[in-house]
């Protein structure tokens, strides 16, 4: 596909995604292609480790377009997200003005509040009109205060940022936007409504197989089935946080490092903190759990039948 072309059906969507490594169910697909069409932002909620934010990026590859990430944090602010002016240079340029006679204040006003002293903050780098187009991604809006939500109903609405001093920036391409949470709080009903909506849940276990073969292909095919299989049912368990996608990665490969070719219990009890990141998840899971879970998990293959 072209740069910058957007998908025109489902399955392109589909395959524009696959073409990046991200494997999307057709739910999935078919809203980040409504997304697109509509231009309309994208909200995606579910719990962390389940590929809310790769989407972005693979959009941002896919198309062709810039990544402009803005990373949600407590107590973050207008200055830190959107623009600031550069009052050094302010000052400079008032002091410079004055030393060669410049007296009219309101002209010095003027001479001020343009574009040369606007820093540029993700949120107004992704509307900026003098840039290639982009994918704004919101990441973990849940982390920042709710007060800030008030401000992104502009953005999210016209895809413009009004700066009092200066006017209105506009994209003259409007970004494609993931805003992502991982509900930790609700997020106002009024970003809902400028959204499509999304709950990006855990993979079932031949999605999760079909990641697995894209982004750890060394991992022999029976211990990837395996590892698969134990995740999915540990992702039954009572734990203080669940086995993302990323840690299911992370686990295959750690075993084929040590040159596991399929589970066993001590296998699984010496690298638990490689798929879990609590000790008293850890501590729930090694020993009698995980042999079990390594019994059930083996027990469900498929006989092997090419002997």
């Known amino acids: ?150 401000f992104l109903l502009e953005l999210l609405g016209d895809f413009q940022i009004t700066v009092p001093e200066f006017g209105t920036v506009r994209a003259t391409t409007p970004p494609v936007v993931v805003l992502t949470s991982n509900r930790t709080r609700e997020v106002h009903d009024a970003i809902r409504r400028r959204c499509l909506y999304h709950w990006v849940d855990y993979p079932d276990a031949a999605r999760e197989r079909a990641i697995l073969a894209i982004k750890a292909p060394g991992v022999p095919g029976a211990l990837a089935a395996q590892v698969v299989g134990f995740v999915q049912r540990l992702r039954g368990a009572e734990l203080f946080k669940l086995p993302g996608v990323a840690e299911t990665i992370d686990w295959a490969n750690a075993l084929s490092y040590l040159n596991q070719t399929e589970l066993a219990p001590t296998a699984v009890d010496d690298t638990l903190g490689v798929l879990l990141k609590y000790q008293d998840d850890i501590a729930r899971v090694r020993g009698a759990e995980a042999a079990r879970l390594v019994a059930e998990t083996r027990a469900a293959e498929p006989p092997d039948t090419t002997g």
């Not at 693979?58 to 550069?86: F, I, K, N, P």
């Open 1 to 150: 596909m072209p740069a910058d072309v957007l998908p025109a059906s489902v399955a392109d969507t589909t395959n524009l995604l696959a073409g990046q490594g991200y494997i999307a169910d057709r739910e999935l697909a078919t809203t980040v292609h409504l997304a697109l069409a509509m231009r309309r932002p994208l909200f995606l909620e579910g719990e962390p480790g389940t590929g809310k934010t790769e989407i972005a990026k693979v959009l941002a590859a896919g198309l062709g377009r810039r990544l402009v990430r803005l990373q949600c944090y407590d107590g973050m602010d207008l200055a830190a997200a959107a623009y600031e002016w550069d009052h050094a240079r302010q000052l400079m340029a008032i002091r410079m003005a004055e030393a060669g006679g410049q007296t009219d204040r309101d002209e010095l006003a003027r001479d001020i509040y343009t574009r040369a002293f606007l820093s540029a903050r993700p949120l107004l780098s992704a509307i900026d009109p003098d840039l290639p187009p982009a994918v704004l991604l919101i990441d973990e809006l849940d982390r920042a205060d709710e007060p800030f939500e008030a």
